[in-house]
């Protein structure tokens, strides 16, 4: 059977390639490895082929022969039929992926599905919609990847396979909801699916504060970006439906978010009924929380003054407090102020530069109360309303089409609320609570040993706007095709995106700045923000203010009880991440909860020691149990073994490590680093430097490390 290539491809070398060149590709084929679920005979028919390029253009007059055939702009070799399987491994290895699954489809329809046929398929598809992915057609690329999905399970083979291309439509997610939200047509079939696919992901968090694991691998601080994201992407009446489900969690984010929706939704279709609902949630938030000003703006809006005035009477909210009576002053008549003058325009702009940006339907350039009471359905809806201004008449009174409000003691550590749910009849009764999901394992890094390219991180949301612009991924960058042992264990490369929390770009972190930048500015705290968000009340208030803003999350979450001492130490090492030497605080910091700079480095410099042990002339492989994790440790032991089998090692004058990044990971035990690593390192074949093979440069790697035993160890990692 004929089959797209020809030696100089198998090699990975140009037509002018010297002796030398050959000689060198001939080596770093040999040493890079398939992809783990190749029957043997594959691997050695692969080895074959290998070894056949070498022989003919190693040899001058074969391969002038050779050369000579190869006219045609895209030539064909020969291959028996036992090696096709091996020869369209190759393909997929060198990035030939769409000629390798046109080849695999051509081969299955002559012959039984073969294993090792539908091994080549799968990986084809796995980075077909991984380039798919890099250009940002995300759709094609979750089509991709679920034909490849489909395949496999049909067939009931390759698990590791399985769970590679499941990872990757997991991650993948949040970039598909981002772009099918942005479609114009709200009615769009593609569109309604996003919304389904952002439930899903709520689902399998267990919602905005959840603890469950979508596989996303975003963090609890980056899910709540991606939902401040996803939110402006929303209609003001589909974020209600979605927000008002989840604050039966309980959630009080979502509670919060809901509250906003009705009184948007209220205002803006001239129904009182959505305002005095959002009144009910606000009351539940009130019994821990000081949210008056909210509570004062529902009154008005429902046309009950005196009580929005004792409201303000209550608020703590200085800020909002003097912007009020600051506008109550300029209005004022005959030197008398008014103060529900000055809330009115408090109002309207709150609504105009706070409420109405973040629904996707609602484009309303000045906010008008006189308008809104002026419409008769507003008037008449007022007029018929009971005048009681009793909390639990509130609550009582907000439930539409029988929808309860569930309460819990704990509230998802947010400061627990009420026991019971009022109902519209004035019972109470024990909420239902979302059963709590099994426990999922946070590491999802990939343990597939050398890879031709590594698993795709999520990595931080770059982008997107409300004109329909969404999140793109960070491309794939083609790299070198692999060096031998102990440069990388991977061919190709990964782009980690740049952004990071509180960076000031406008990726997720930034998303909520923009609107609130001035609300910041004017709360500035003397102390770290992240001492102050701790000492309010730690992760709860870093999610609020990341989906509410500050001068909100500030009243909302404040908490009088003590904080805990030991959180002091761990945001002082988190906050200067320095190398630490001293015996205390090397002590202190095996105490820390999370990954941090210092540890990371010592991470990474230890396994840069072990690879020169393992690597060198002693090798040394007892080293790599101290560093690396299974299936690394296997198959770095391998990469030396091979070394010692030829009489070869490596060499490593000089290396130097610099920490780039340091991400945390979805619990305390995971996470990963980013670091800059100089290396110059020397290749030796009996004694004799290999000049060829050889290199001095720097280069850059994601490293993905697991505690245990109270030692970080390396799972993984991936050349950038």
Known sequence: MQVPLDYYRILMLPLQADA??????????LYQELWPGYSADTVAARQRLIQTAREVLGDAARRQEYDSQLTATHPLLEVDLQDIPAALAIQCENGDYELALSGVQVALRESEPAPDLLLTQAIARLYLGREQWQKGDYEAAASMLQQALAELINHHVFPEVQAEVISDLNKLRPYRILKLLSLPDELDPKRQEGLTLFRNMLDERMGIEGAGQDGSELSAEDFLRFVQKARTQMTVSEQQEIFEIEAKRPSVVATYLAVYALIARGY?????????????????LAQRHDINLEQAICALLLGQPEEATRLLERSKDSEALDSIRSESEEIATNGETDVLLGLCRYIEGWLQDEVFPEYRDLDISQASLSTYFENPQVQQYLDEMPASSAEIDWLANSMEGGVSLPFSDSDSGFSGLAANAVH???TTTTPEVSPSAAAVSSDTTSTTASPPVPPLPMGHFNGGDRNGHSAIADGYRTAAPEPPPGISPYVGAIAEADARLGDGDEGLGSMYEGEAEDR???RQPEESSSVWLLRLGGAAVVLAVLALGWRVASRLFTNPTPVQTEIQPLVALE???????SAAEIAALATARKLTEASARRAIESWQAVKREALGENYNLAALDDIL???????????AQQLQAIGAHWSYPQQAVEVEQVIPGATDDVGS???????TADYIVNGQRQPNISY???YRVRYNLVRQDGRWMIQSFATL
């Open 20 to 29: 030398n060149s050959i000689e060198s590709a001939y080596q770093r084929r």
């Open 673 to 679: 680093v980013v670091v800059q690593i100089s290396e």
């Open 575 to 581: 906050a200067s991440p320095v190398e630490i030497a």
């Open 520 to 522: 910041v500015a004017r």
């Open 268 to 284: 803006v279709e001239n129904r009182p009924a959505l305002i005095r609902r959002a009144r009910g949630y606000l009351v539940r």
């Open 629 to 639: 994790l299974e299936p690394l440790r296997s198959s770095w032991l391998e990469r």
């Open 424 to 426: 519209s009849n004035g």
């Open 696 to 698: 001095s440069n720097p």
